[in-house]
T-cell receptor, first 113, second 114 residues
Framework: AQKITQTQPGMFVQEKEAVTLDCTYDTSDQSYGLFWYKQPSSGEMIFLIY??????QNATEGRYSLNFQKARKSANLVISASQLGDSAMYFC??????????FGKGNQVVVIP | DVKVTQSSRYLVKRTGEKVFLECVQD?????MFWYRQDPGLGLRLIYFSYDVKMKEKGDIPEGYSVSREKKERFSLILESASTNQTSMYLC?????????????FGEGSRLTVL
């Protein structure tokens, strides 16, 4: 079974600073995908960024980048220049070869002005 | 835009009642999923379906069943609701042939069982 680990407690970050959210995973699949989703207090799940296991370059989407270290099985999310609207729960997820996504327990981020 | 619609945002049911949670997607996705979200536990997969009339158990199927009679609709059924099934339920869908397999989520159904 796949396992996604997000162990950081709730984080406070100053507006305009960068924040890194840790995610490690465990899988025996050769082909897999890694995702980060954002869930604000309103509850919707918002897709942020994707990294395929065979992608050699780290994925970037605007202020979001994924620091993919395959040998260490980590897929950390970096949010640059934090904004107040970044306050949310963030979930790391991994897709297996059957297109199922397994999620971590989430990281709570609070951006303070 | 992909839209995944869950029939009820909030439900309150009594122990032992049969509960139906409905989910409809409008983008002809083959894959549909039901997750349960609880504080501190993240999202856990209950059931998923790759095609009409096809279903597979996820990580926590006990106490739940599903139905997929049409491609666009995936229903979660609690045959006899219990208080430990009080939770947020999230439906999601994805396209089988997509490069990423990204899930598109509904807004969630918050179920309270008294």
């Amino acid at each position: 079974a796949q396992k996604i680990t997000q162990t950081q407690p709730g984080m406070f970050v100053q507006e305009k600073e960068a924040v890194t959210l840790d995610c490690t995973y465990d899988t025996s699949d050769q082909s897999y995908g890694l995702f980060w989703y954002k869930q604000p207090s309103s509850g919707e799940m918002i897709f942020l960024i994707y990294q395929g296991s065979y992608d050699e370059q780290n994925a970037t989407e605007g202020r979001y980048s994924l620091n993919f270290q395959k040998a260490r099985k980590s897929a950390n999310l970096v949010i640059s220049a934090s904004q107040l609207g970044d306050s949310a729960m963030y979930f790391c997820a991994m897709r297996d070869q059957r297109n199922r996504l397994a999620f971590g327990k989430g990281n709570q981020v609070v951006v303070i002005p | 835009d992909v839209k995944v619609t869950q029939s009820s945002r909030y439900l309150v049911k009594r122990t032992g009642e049969k509960v139906f949670l409905e989910c409809v997607q409008d983008m002809d996705h083959e894959n549909m999923f039901w997750y349960r979200q609880d504080p501190g536990l993240g999202l856990r997969l209950i059931y998923f379906s790759y095609d009409v009339k096809m279903k597979e158990k996820g990580d926590i199927p006990e106490g739940y069943s599903v139905s997929r009679e049409k491609k666009e609709r995936f229903s979660l059924i609690l045959e006899s609701a219990s208080t430990n099934q009080t939770s947020m339920y999230l439906c999601a869908s994805s396209f089988w042939g997509a490069d990423t397999g990204e899930l598109f989520f509904g807004e969630g159904s918050r179920l309270t069982v008294l």
